[in-house]
Structure formats: C-alpha cells, structure tokens
C-alpha cells in the first residue's frame, strides 16, 4: 500500500485527543480512511449516482455474514417527500432531507420465510431473541463496509437509530413485509466542506482493550480523563458539555429513549418472535 | 488515491460469481481490501504483536457509536489455554487454537453503571431491549472497522458467533462483570497461504438493495439465480451443499440454535433488562 505522510497530529492521536501517544509503525490509506471517521450533518446538494450506491451494497455484501444466513436488506431512499416523512420520524434532522440519499438498513427475515414457505419447511429458529440479534449484527456489518466505502470515495455519512423512535411509521412508509425491520437509516451525501466538524476524540484505548480478562477497575480513571479531554474539545467549540452528563441523561430513563422504550412491541408487530 | 489494475475477474463480479457484471467506474485500494474479505479458517503460528491489536481497536474506536455512548469493549485473549476452552465453546473451532489472538467484542453496560452508582444517577434506560441492541450494534459497527484494518495489514480474521452458545463459561472465561455480554469473538492471525479459500459469492445485489420500497416479489428469482451460482462453487469444491437447505436447516428449530434459543436467560443472568 501506498505510503502517506503522516500529518503534525497523527489520525490516532487525533482519535484519542492525546498528542503524547506513540505513532504506530504501519500505516497505509485503509488505515486513514478508517481513523478519519466522522459523522457528517451538512450536506451539499450534489447528487450520488445509483451506481455508486450500488458501489456501496457490494461492499457492504462483502462483510461477514452469520453462517451465510445474508438476513438483512436495505432500502435505497431518493424521493425527497418520503426522505421529509422519515426525518420527522427521525425528530426533524436536517441532513436526511439536505442529503440525497438516505439508506435504510433492515433485518430481514421476509426473504427466508417465503423460501421455506414454498417448500413447507420449517423456520421456528428465526422466532428467537438470538435470530433478530443475528439480523441486527449482520445489518451492521454490512453497513460499516458501506460507511467505509463511501468516505474512500470522499462521500460523507451519518448513522439514524432515531428511526426506531417510530418503527411502524417506517415499515409503512418503506411498506416492509412481516418480518422485516428498520434496524437504522444511513445518510449519504457530499459533506459540506464549510462544516468544520472535528474528529470526536474517544475514551481511552485502556476503557475499552482489556488483556485476557475484563478490569472494571480501570474504568474510573479512564472515564475522568476522557471527560477533560472531550471536554476541551467541546470549550473550544463553546459548548458547555460533559461527556458523563450526556452518557448519564440519555440513558436515564424509559422517556430518555424517545420512544424507543417500546420496542419490544414494535418488533413483535414487526413479526419478530424474540422467544 | 492509488488506482489499482482490475484483475481479469473484477472484484465485484468475484463478489457475485458474476463475469457479466459491469465493472464499477470508480475504485481505489479501500475497495480492494473492503471486496475481497475472506473469512480465514487456517493460521499460521506466526505471531501478531500488541501494537497491531492496539491499532485495530484504535480502527474500531473510530467507528460511529450511538450518541456516543460508546457502549462495548474488547477483550484480547492470547493464553493459550484459554484460547482452548473457549474453542470448545464455541463446538471446537480449531482456527481459535491456531491463530495467535482471539478479540471477544462486547456490549458493555457496566462502565456506566458505575459512572452512575459513583454519582447516584438513574440508568433505567439500559434495562430496556433497546439498549442491547445497542451495545450489540455498537460491538458489530467497531469490530467490523477492525476486520477491514487487519486485512489492510494482511492480516486474516473469522467471527465467531458461537460463543453465544455458552455465554455464561465465556462470561467466567474472562471475568466479565453484571452489564458486560460476548456478542462475538474474532480470530486474528497470518493466513495460511496454503488454505485455497475463494471469496464467498453473496446473494445478487437485487434481493438485498430496493428502492423506495420493500419488494418480496423479486426474492424468488434471486435466491434461485444465487443456488445455482454458488452451487457451482460448491461443486468445483466437491462440496454437494445447497445455500437454500442449509439456511432452512440453520433456522428450522430451537435445537438448531446450537443452545442459542436460551440466550434471552443468559442475557437477563448477565444483567441485561431486555424490558
């Protein structure tokens, strides 16, 4: 792979918002793109043609899949008046409208029960709690490749699980069959280059890459130090944030899940069995 | 970016056994890396160093995560013995044993839970189904942006999605705290170059990308196209498997779960609400 000049503040360091971290000694384009990762709210108008959406799906069909099962879909949103529907699902935001595209990312298990329905075979095993998580996973491996794909290709993107807040809505507008459901929705579009998003700095690689067993203990002082440095960053961004604050509010309550605290029933509705 | 020479079989058209497949008009070495994924069953014993996982969880941190709850974490697990007994859990995969480093990913409610007993502050919002799926999403978006980091270094990996079906020995396996579940586990190692894996053909872009809306009719002919495309690889392999009754077989009952239709009582006994 081609090597490319590291910039003052290595993607990694820039990652942890920790200049002092040690550089790694590889590095190559796959790497940058992965580490230049960020989430993208202003879009310009500029198209995205269908061919490069479906650029996207064979990336996105490259990832790992449970045992071959392939028990996700997407759907490709280009019509702005259904985009307009889905952002108010999604509490009004601005970029599923101002972006072209808008891909909606299901687990699927529509596909199967018609193949075992014509055969008259049995399929009790997609009635579990574990089947709808292998959709889920299988879902997001396959759109993590599309996010990959798109930003090597200079697009920008932006993940929607707001679009749980409102499952039925969305299987209505989508007119998803039984069995399918809206795990979330992925903007795709040409980031607006007057932005100025930085990349969002993470917790501490010690938080999170634990050695042969997990250390709770370490959280503490991992936690506190992110805390001073995301919080720099959002000073500099004159933003009275606190990452502990917002982690802490956002998971309150039933209420704080905007809805989302149904979703038991709405994938039952759905069709998914969850025994 | 660095144009690569197309082979005389695309990557794309090798994504769906498909020479007749046009070939894409933009491609740059991430989609190289991103089309050709393998999943890799045989290692060689060559090591992988500390510094190699630190920058495909720094690759994993750079994933998006929801509202930036950062709700996982990785457990790097070289102990040989180790690496045996959770071989066996997951029914004697030998390539655990083989490669050098097994990741188990994690959704991880424990971190903030603390942060909230510390602070006294509610999290009633991580006892609802909701918020596992986002801890399971959270775990897939990052792992797979490790998966496309170790391929850029040459490295190969393979899921192991059954550890879910002993998750409480996997759980004892590595000390993981109430809030703390395995949602997978993942082989890194060097490819055995004497393995002779192809790419795995995936079901023809029509059956997983729709537009503007679901579309079932379109399933039958998609899945009978992709029987006989990837029947002829079985066959080249002096494999006699069809895609159709293995995926029927894998879903036909709780037995064929492989223990996984218990998973709604190991994820309440690891402290997930599920409400």
Redesign the interface.
Same mark, same amino acid.
């Given at each position: 792979?081609?090597q490319i000049a590291p910039s003052p503040v290595h993607p990694?360091q820039q990652?942890?918002a920790d200049p002092a971290l040690a550089v790694?000694?590889?590095w190559?384009?796959?790497?940058q793109?992965?580490?230049?990762?960020k989430?993208v709210r202003r879009y310009l108008p500029d198209p995205v043609s269908p061919?490069?959406?479906?650029?996207l799906?064979?990336?996105?069909?490259?990832?790992?899949?449970?045992?071959?099962?392939?028990v996700?879909?997407?759907?490709?949103?280009? &019509?702005a008046e259904?985009r307009a529907r889905l952002a108010a699902v999604a509490g009004g935001q601005q970029h599923i409208e101002q972006a072209p595209v808008l891909l909606v990312w299901?687990a &699927?298990f529509?596909?199967?029960r018609?193949?075992?329905e &014509?055969?008259d075979?049995?399929?009790?095993?997609?009635d579990?709690?574990?089947?709808s998580?292998?959709g889920?996973?299988d879902a997001?491996?396959a759109?993590?490749?599309a996010?990959?794909?798109a930003?090597?290709?200079g697009l920008g993107t932006?993940?929607i699980?707001a679009l749980?807040n409102d499952p039925e809505r969305v299987a209505a507008?989508?007119?998803?069959?039984d069995g399918?459901f809206a795990?979330?929705g992925l903007v795709v579009g040409h980031p607006d280059p007057t932005e100025g998003t930085r990349?969002?700095p993470?917790?501490p690689?010690a938080?999170?890459?634990?050695?042969?067993?997990?250390d709770?203990a370490v959280?503490?002082a991992a936690?506190a130090d992110y805390e001073q440095r995301i919080g720099e960053l959002y000073r500099d961004q004159g933003l009275p944030f606190s990452?502990?604050e917002?982690?802490?509010a956002?998971?309150?309550?039933?209420a704080?899940?905007n809805g989302? &605290?149904r979703?038991?029933e709405h994938?039952t509705a759905r069709g998914f069995g969850?025994?």
């Open positions: 792979m081609t990694v990652r942890y790694p000694g590889a190559n384009p796959v790497l793109v992965l580490h230049e990762h989430s061919e490069t959406i479906e650029l799906v064979s990336a996105a069909q490259s990832a790992a899949s449970s045992s071959n099962l392939q996700w879909s997407v759907i490709e949103v280009r &019509d259904r299901t &699927d529509a596909r199967l018609q193949l075992a &014509d055969r075979a049995p399929l009790a095993g997609s579990y709690l574990e089947s998580y292998v889920f996973i997001a491996l759109a993590q490749n996010v990959v794909a930003e090597s290709l932006v993940y699980g749980r507008e989508l007119q998803l069959p399918v795990v979330f990349v969002k993470r917790l690689r938080a999170v890459l634990h050695r042969e067993s997990y709770l959280q503490r936690v990452w502990i917002r982690v802490l956002r998971l309150a309550s039933a704080s899940l989302r &605290d979703l038991r994938l969850l025994r």
